[in-house]
């Protein structure tokens, strides 16, 4: 079972989003744009949360926005075939062909109101009751007309009156009675509350594992941290494999008969009779119920984990290096996903993994983030867990990996960025899936062109994707003129500069139309400082490089003629660069009402304008 995508709307900050989802899915954008919220919302997704905080909900103070309503959907593709008899999932599961391949999916979605309960729904075929179903008043009309009354008893859970008139929530309930209904294929509806009680689907969807980026190493080992759960994790898979744990129901159920509170040959009963016979000799007539329920050895047999770690001394978890932990943490992963293969291999039932993983380069040196992006592709691409990272690293971006599988990529790389809405003129976080349109893929089929791209959008040029502003600038001397202008600016306005915009580097002007049309097929607009030159070979690129940017003149600055002529000296044969930083250091001051008048004032309102706003 894979995760397709992942749709959110109005949750922290997103408005609305698709995430679409690939072996290893990759969130990226700069700081404070919403990544972490994204896994925040899976993890509650995938767990039984029936209510959001207030703060959860989407709201802009100015202008005045707020939704009343989070939603969350996902599509899960490639359900085994035995889903069909799933509690929940009958008339559910959707058969869907792409590129060939064939494959069952299903689509669930929560809703959380303010103030609300949580709403949940599956996306279903229209149901119609069978005929010789159709006249049934009581659950004995069901059993006489053909539906078992085990059946009966599983899906309303405990005793019933077969003879008593069936209520509109019994009718509820009655959808899970697949046997009941005619499905249409052709229609489909969403259906509330499928499956019953919500663990019904729960217990079959795949289990979500989130790797936070905390700040303190005891939140990795807390109960409920990362190394705690991935403990866990690993306990369950080998507990519901063993023989030993099917054994343990049956002495569950002979302890649960020796504290039945209501058998008072047990000792257990008897102390309940004293007990309310202490309780009635002060309050009349009051009682104490119990009821011991012993059915579910899941949540009966719970371990505890005391966890060490060793370099050259045993220790805390807590007293070892954060690197090491995130790694700990990561290292059993990659054995629980080896312990599965095993079993399912054996014909044993593992359910999926989803592992969110918040900055898996933190911690780490450039190499060794490097290293630790293969081994989540690694694991990623194992057929039962997935992994949803965030990042703010150029090494954990691999752009000559290849999607491969048209079907489910076994790369999505996200592009995370800020944009204003059109309908409510607010700033919203978008989501693009860069490496999925269809202008990357006929990228990757034209090899020349594609090796051209890997060479250009080296880990250098790869921070564009952690900043909301690219200028590209033809070479060694506009780059160093706008480091000396920014190193001038006001203190507040040179942060913002340093926080919000990269400078990349093309080497020439013929290399700015490639780079320009690799840049924008990832999503990014950038803006283009070059020279309009005089001779007759440089001359010939300046039509090109508007062109590449739909020919928007406000996208591009272009000297006349040279940079140098720009700032008042005559252009050097050689030592550009050494030439421009030794004239600007000479006649400018170190304030910003020193800089050059003729720059300072195109700097202010065409390369960094919302600087100056």
């Known amino acids: 079972m894979k995760i397709e995508y992942f749709y959110i709307k109005g949750f922290r900050r997103i408005k609305e989003a698709k995430v679409e989802c690939g072996d290893a899915t990759f969130l990226i954008g700069e700081n404070n744009i919403g990544k972490s919220s994204i896994l925040t919302a899976l993890e509650l997704f995938f767990s039984d949360a029936k209510n959001l905080e207030e703060e959860d909900y989407f709201k802009i103070d100015e202008p005045k926005f707020q939704t009343d309503e989070i939603v969350f959907e996902v599509k899960l593709t490639d359900l085994p075939t035995e889903s069909n008899h799933w509690r929940g999932f009958k008339g559910r599961i959707f058969s869907e062909t792409t590129n060939g391949e064939t494959l069952n999916c299903i689509y669930y979605r929560k809703t959380y109101p303010r103030g609300g309960t949580a709403r949940r729904e599956m996306r279903s075929c229209r149901k119609t009751i069978r005929n010789e179903f159709a006249k049934c008043k009581t659950f004995d009309d069901y059993i006489t007309a053909g539906i078992s009354a085990a059946v009966i008893a599983e899906c309303f859970e405990g005793e019933i009156n077969t003879t008593k008139a069936i209520t509109n929530k019994d009718k509820e309930k009655l959808d899970l009675i697949s046997e009941i209904w005619d499905v249409d294929e052709t229609n489909s509806e969403w259906a509330t509350n499928p499956g019953g009680i919500e663990q019904n689907i729960l217990v079959k969807l795949p289990r979500f594992l989130l790797i936070p980026a905390e700040n303190g190493k005891n939140e990795i080992n807390k109960q409920g941290g990362a190394l705690q759960n991935t403990m866990k994790e690993l306990f369950s898979e080998v507990r519901e494999a063993s023989d030993n744990y099917k054994q343990a129901q049956m002495y569950l159920d002979r302890l649960a008969l020796e504290l039945d509170p209501n058998d008072q040959t047990q000792e257990f009963g008897k102390m309940l009779i004293d007990i309310n016979n202490i309780i009635s000799g002060v309050f009349t007539g009051s009682k104490i119920h119990i009821t011991t329920n012993l059915s579910d050895p899941g949540s009966s047999i719970k371990p505890t984990f005391d966890i060490q770690m060793s370099s050259n001394v045993k220790t805390n978890p807590e007293r070892q290096g954060m690197g090491a932990l995130r790694s700990t943490v990561f290292a059993l992963l990659r054995y629980r996903e080896r312990f599965a293969q095993r079993k399912i291999k054996e014909g044993v039932l593992i359910r999926p993994l989803i592992i969110g993983f918040e900055e898996p380069e933190m911690y780490l040196h450039p190499n060794a983030a490097s290293l630790?992006?293969?081994?989540?592709?690694?694991?990623?691409?194992?057929?039962?867990?997935?992994?949803?990272?965030?990042?703010?690293?150029?090494?954990?971006?691999?752009?000559?990996?290849?999607?491969?599988?048209?079907?489910?990529?076994?790369?999505?790389?996200?592009?995370?960025?800020?944009?204003?809405?059109?309908?409510?003129?607010?700033?919203?976080?978008?989501?693009?899936?860069?490496?999925?349109?269809?202008?990357?893929?006929?990228?990757?089929?034209?090899?020349?062109?594609?090796?051209?791209?890997?060479l250009k959008i080296d880990d250098s040029i790869a921070k564009v994707f952690f900043c909301s502003k690219v200028i590209v600038?033809?070479?060694?001397?506009?780059?160093?003129?706008?480091?000396?202008?920014?190193?001038?600016?006001?203190?507040?306005?040179?942060?913002?500069?340093?926080?919000?915009?990269?400078?990349?580097?093309?080497?020439?002007?013929?290399?700015?139309?490639?780079?320009?049309?690799?840049?924008?097929?990832?999503?990014?607009?950038?803006?283009?400082?070059?020279?309009?030159?005089?001779?007759?070979?440089?001359?010939?690129?300046?039509?090109?490089?508007?062109?590449?940017?739909?020919?928007?003149?406000?996208?591009?600055?272009?000297?006349?003629?040279?940079?140098?002529?720009?700032?008042?000296?005559?252009?050097?044969?050689?030592?550009?660069?050494?030439?421009?930083?030794?004239?600007?250091?000479?006649?400018?001051?170190?304030?910003?009402?020193?800089?050059?008048?003729?720059?300072?004032?195109?700097?202010?309102?065409?390369?960094?304008?919302?600087?100056?706003?």
């Open 372 to 454: 630790m992006r293969e081994k989540l592709y690694e694991l990623a691409t194992s057929s039962n867990s997935k992994i949803i990272c965030t990042t703010h690293s150029p090494y954990m971006i691999d752009l000559s990996r290849k999607i491969d599988n048209e079907s489910y990529p076994k790369q999505v790389l996200n592009l995370l960025s800020l944009k204003m809405d059109a309908e409510h003129a607010i700033p919203v976080t978008t989501v693009m899936p860069f490496n999925t349109t269809q202008a990357f893929k006929n990228l990757q089929a034209d090899d020349k062109q594609f090796v051209k791209f890997v």
């Open 473 to 613: 600038v033809e070479g060694d001397t506009e780059e160093l003129l706008i480091k000396e202008t920014v190193q001038r600016l006001p203190s507040a306005k040179m942060k913002q500069f340093l926080c919000d915009y990269q400078i990349v580097k093309a080497r020439g002007k013929a290399v700015i139309i490639s780079l320009v049309k690799y840049l924008r097929i990832l999503g990014i607009e950038p803006f283009v400082i070059h020279d309009m030159d005089t001779e007759a070979g440089a001359i010939i690129f300046n039509d090109p490089i508007l062109a590449s940017l739909d020919n928007l003149e406000d996208r591009r600055l272009m000297v006349k003629h040279t940079i140098e002529d720009l700032l008042g000296y005559a252009e050097p044969i050689n030592e550009k660069p050494y030439k421009a930083y030794k004239f600007i250091n000479e006649n400018w001051g170190d304030e910003w009402k020193d800089v050059n008048e003729p720059w300072k004032e195109i700097f202010e309102n065409r390369v960094s304008p919302e600087l100056f706003v």
